[in-house]
């Protein structure tokens, strides 16, 4: 199995700043890819961003050019930089790990990070 774990978030002013971590152990040589998802209250999880193995990322619309995501796969590490920030960005994010073992397809979430973008 894949664990993964998040650090960061916060409260940010708009338009500030504010960098995720995601760090995954385990069964690493079985991800295929690693994302953010977030959930707002009343909302359902929608997809951030993500980034397989060899390093293609995938945003949502409304984060495009404000969030990069990035890996480090010497540290097992999925990283999210969040620059302009918008109230609207307010959320639990949740890291997300997808991994294949014995020809099955999994999914490995950490416990969320809220993140709270409010003057």
């Known amino acids: 199995q894949v664990q993964v774990v998040e650090s960061g978030g916060g409260l940010v002013q708009p338009g500030g700043s504010l960098s995720l971590s995601c760090r995954a152990s385990g069964i690493i040589f079985a991800i295929n890819s690693m994302g953010w998802y977030r959930q707002a209250p009343e909302k359902e999880r929608e997809l951030v961003a993500t980034i397989t193995l060899s390093g293609i990322t995938n945003y949502a619309d409304s984060v495009k050019g404000r969030f990069t995501i990035s890996r480090d796969n010497t540290k097992n590490t999925v990283y999210l930089q969040m620059n302009s920030l918008k109230p609207e960005d307010t959320a639990v994010y949740y890291c997300?790990?997808?991994?294949?073992?014995?020809?099955?397809?999994?999914?490995?979430w950490g416990q969320g990070t809220q993140v709270t973008v409010s003057s």
């Open positions: 997300n790990s997808q991994y294949v073992l014995n020809g099955l397809k999994y999914d490995s």
